[in-house]
């Protein structure tokens, strides 16, 4: 890749910096590289002040109080559903429910929607890329219900075979739950194509969006899925905020996943009736900060000239795919045509926390391990890797440092 | 600090390359598995003891360098032990690498060489993935052991 065609991208970068605190400062000595946005992105400055006005002037609880404070609390708050409403393409902000992450939006699905339609020799099916988050709670229902867990295979580069797909979707499919895009290696799978081939047979899709938001315009209308889960925390927002969304229709027949206050319209000591979508999936006081943390966040993604953000994301992946192919030893897992800015590595000799322990003595942040994605590094046959993933504020600078730092974990193993 | 220098010394380096008595055992009177969730770091261990003598010692595995160099050097370091002198060991070494200001005990021998692990807590359970393993085999403990 050009410098010239890397800079002429550069979309206000040093501003775009100035915006994140925390990238400024030493670590171990030298100037921080985060690159483990994948795992969580950092907040820029507007996110971490809207939640403090909120502490400092505007704490209450929400949908409670008749006085001032929890009327405006409750209106800052109901104010981010209608962003997060806008942001997704959906319909209406009955459909969008905040939970506190992903992991808990796909559980609630399985525990409210799939669970009760399961009966033994059911199927749900998932694909080889996931993480656990998107594994773990289909094999909880599975197992109460006597239903299979089936698994979409993939090719060596990483991408899900649309044909195994087609053929796994069986009369006894029930579900379909797949990612938007992989943590691990970053593969994008083909939502539009996946969905209809499961519509077309009546089967309902979930897809769990955590990586994609982060990077791509996500539309769900536009997508045609039936739930779309997704954390404000990988999208520059604050941790302990999830959203699901999900069809107004399915979420209406749907029976609370928790109980208790802010969900109920009257509660006699016979019965309860429940309160009206979104509130009867958000039991107790929420986190009210967070969410506005999160609208935050929102606004700041919105003020980005999304196209040249992506543009940006895939030049510097472009710039260090290049760059770590001439670093002898290590290997790229995972190369699909369509995929986020993210880098699994492995190399034959050197164990990805020891890579990852003499970067971090460098001042460089990235993740090693399984991504909690170990059914993906089985397939691949490592027991782990060392990941970069890249975010828009990011520098080829910082992408050099990584590589310089590469180099030393070579030198320091004797390779 | 960090001193990467300290941690990963010569001598760890050694034995991740080539790794001793990195090999099952079929006559084993005792072994177990550890496992370290977080990283994927896998370890088997496995004991012949005559009477309350460690006769031979080996492991197999799979991991970082310093859980695999901690594994290879504890065999060299168990052989020839009695169990309580093995017990006393693990725990040695254990107070090395999680006791603020502890001292190597002059019986740790080579392995006083982990004492650099302390300042990267992040790597500490990969160093005492073997002796918790060790110690779980010498106590006749099935469950795998895990650092979480």
């Known amino acids: ?415 | 600090m960090m001193d990467l220098q300290a941690l990963y010394q010569e001598v760890i380096l050694d034995h991740n390359n080539a790794p001793r008595n990195h090999h099952a055992m079929d006559c084993a009177t005792c072994e177990a598995r550890g496992v370290n969730p977080l990283c994927g770091d896998k370890l088997s261990v496995y004991l012949l003891l005559k009477k309350d003598v460690i006769e031979d010692v080996s492991f197999l595995g799979e991991g970082c360098a310093i859980s695999q160099a901690s594994a290879s050097l504890m065999t060299e370091a168990l052989k020839g032990k009695t169990t309580t002198e093995a017990q006393a060991l693990f725990k040695a070494f254990q107070t090395l690498l999680t006791e603020e200001g502890a001292k190597p005990d002059a019986s740790l021998g080579k392995l006083a060489i982990f004492e650099g692990v302390r300042t990267f807590p992040a790597r500490v359970k990969c160093a005492t993935l073997a002796s918790h393993a060790f110690e779980a085999a010498l106590n006749k403990d099935t469950t795998p052991v895990t650092t979480e």
């Open chain 1, 1 to 415: 890749m050009s410098q010239h065609l890397i800079d002429k991208q550069v979309v206000d970068l040093n501003e775009l910096r100035e915006a994140f605190p925390i990238l400024h400062q030493e670590v171990n000595g030298h100037p921080l590289v985060y690159l483990d946005s994948a795992a969580t992105a950092q907040k820029p400055r507007a996110v971490v002040e809207a939640i403090t006005n909120y502490y400092e002037q505007d704490n209450a609880n929400v949908h409670r109080g008749v006085h001032a404070l929890s009327v405006r609390a409750t209106k800052h708050y109901e104010a981010v559903r209608e962003q997060v409403r806008a942001y997704i393409g959906a319909q209406s902000t009955k459909e969008c429910v905040f939970v506190r992450s992903t992991t808990e939006a796909i559980n609630l699905v399985a525990q409210s929607f799939v669970r009760p339609r399961l009966q033994a020799g059911d199927e749900v099916l998932i694909t080889n890329l996931e993480h656990h988050a998107n594994i773990v709670p289909w094999q909880l229902i599975c197992e109460a219900t006597g239903a299979k867990l089936n698994y979409v295979s993939m090719n060596e580069l990483g991408e899900i075979s649309l044909e195994d797909f087609e053929a796994k979707l069986s009369n006894k499919t029930k579900f379909v739950s797949i990612s938007h895009a992989s943590n691990a290696i970053g593969t994008i799978n083909p939502i539009h194509a996946m969905v209809k081939a499961a519509h077309d047979k009546g089967i309902p899709v979930m897809v769990d969006g955590a990586q994609a938001v982060a990077h791509m315009k996500v539309d769900v209308a536009d997508l045609g899925c039936d739930f779309y889960a997704f954390s404000a925390h990988k999208m520059f927002g604050p941790t302990g905020v999830g959203v699901l969304w999900g069809r107004e229709a399915y979420l209406d027949e749907m029976t609370p996943y928790q109980g208790g206050g802010e969900m109920i319209a009257e509660v006699t000591m016979e019965k309860t009736t429940y309160a009206e979508l979104p509130h009867k999936f958000e039991a107790g006081t929420p986190n009210i900060a967070g969410v506005i943390g999160f609208g935050a966040a929102i606004n700041f993604l919105n003020s980005l000239d999304g196209v040249a953000i992506s543009a940006y994301e895939t030049t510097l992946y472009g710039y260090a795919k290049e760059m770590l192919d001439a670093v002898p030893g290590f290997r790229v897992i995972g190369e699909a045509s369509v995929k986020l800015p993210i880098l699994s590595l492995v190399h034959d000799k050197i164990h990805a926390h020891d890579v990852g322990t003499i970067l971090d003595s460098q001042g460089i942040a990235l993740r090693s391990g399984h991504h909690c994605a170990m059914p993906l590094m089985q397939f691949f046959g490592v027991p782990a890797t060392t990941r970069l993933s890249i975010a828009f504020y990011n520098t080829r600078e910082e992408i050099n440092r990584a590589i310089e730092g590469l180099h030393e974990v070579n030198r320091m193993f004797g390779q």
